[in-house]
């Protein structure tokens, strides 16, 4: 009977052990669980953090490249020159003509003074960094964007602000003629436009994606943080561009970008609507033409009847002579 008591205590005492074993695999189990479940959730998290971002990125479409850049050539050739010793040049940007012309000061990377005289000369500048076209793959439009803040100095002002391709043309606004060229020399006439002091104007490049290989490139440009006129497509379709200006009895102020949080620009690139450009200007160029050939027309018809009034103002006067 004592050993049949043992023997059941003996079992009892190994289950127990059992038991212990079990519970204590199960709490390691648990443990290990709990750390999986953890990391699942992390994983999870990290997931739906990129899920959004990639959405944001998706929806954001068009992401702005920033190229640090200045002001630093002065072209020197036929029509923007100070004088025939081109006083003022990319070498020695400050001074002034000896001819005594007006022409333009680099004051620094941002700011060009006009300075007027005798004679006053129309000045091109470029930048001395290029707008250039991603070579990365990219599922955005790439967006390029200056702008220059305009100090009128004067009557009869002039200025133009563009990009100047890797073919050496331009894609430009004239804006005392409020006319856009294409490089191609294509233009249209904006309907409605005014010019004054302190006006800001800005100039964007929008290159599409890289799986896009049928879109172009176009150009866009801005007035006190609105889009004037249309977007232009750039049909020479260039890696490259530059940015400049011209200006006579004009200076300017330039953003180029450079520290956003201190000085951003007037127009919101963040909130720039991509252009599908499927058509051309042809109408509007039809139009223009129109008017041209119709001011030309009253201006010959104005010239005539000036000199039919002059011719008949001599005959009357030697017909007096002669006592007619």
Not at 131 to 138: A, G, I, M, Q, Y
Not at 235 to 263: R, T
Request: with cysteine; hydrophobic share 30%.
């Amino acid at each position: 009977m004592l050993i049949k008591l043992n023997e059941e205590k003996d079992k009892i005492d190994t289950l127990e052990v059992k038991n212990q074993s079990l519970e204590k695999g199960m709490k390691i189990l648990k443990e290990e669980l709990k750390e999986k479940i953890t990391s699942l959730e992390k994983k999870n998290g990290d997931l739906i953090i990129e899920l959004e971002n990639l959405n944001k990125l998706n929806n954001k479409q068009v992401c702005f490249l920033h190229v640090a850049n200045n002001w630093k050539e002065i072209e020197s050739k036929i029509g923007h020159k100070c004088c025939e010793n081109k006083c003022i040049n990319t070498n020695k940007p400050v001074g002034n003509c000896i001819e005594g012309n007006g022409f333009i000061n680099l004051i620094d990377g941002e700011n060009i003074k006009y300075i007027k005289g005798k004679v006053d000369k129309e000045a091109l500048i470029y930048t001395e960094s290029h707008f250039n076209k991603p070579k990365e793959f990219s599922i955005n439009y790439s967006l390029f964007y200056f702008e220059i803040k305009c100090k009128i100095e004067g009557e009869k002002n002039l200025m133009h602000i563009g990009l100047n391709n890797c073919n050496n043309k331009y894609i430009r606004y004239f804006v005392e003629y409020t006319v856009i060229k294409n490089e191609k020399n294509e233009f249209f006439k904006l309907s409605t436009f005014s010019w004054n002091d302190n006006d800001i104007f800005g100039c964007g490049l929008v290159y599409p994606p890289t799986n896009k290989k049928n879109e172009l490139p176009y150009v866009f440009f801005t007035q006190n943080g609105k889009q004037i006129g249309k977007a232009v497509l750039s049909k020479d379709n260039c890696d490259v561009y530059k940015p400049y200006v011209v200006l006579k009895h004009c200076s300017v102020e330039a953003n180029f970008g450079n520290d956003l949080k201190v000085k951003p620009f007037s127009y919101d690139i963040s909130k720039h609507e991509i252009q599908h450009i499927k058509f051309n200007h042809s109408n509007e160029i039809e139009e223009i033409k129109r008017n041209f050939q119709q001011i030309f027309d009253e201006k010959i018809k104005e010239m005539k009847n000036q000199s039919l009034e002059n011719g008949m103002k001599i005959m009357k006067e030697e017909m007096k002579e002669v006592g007619i």
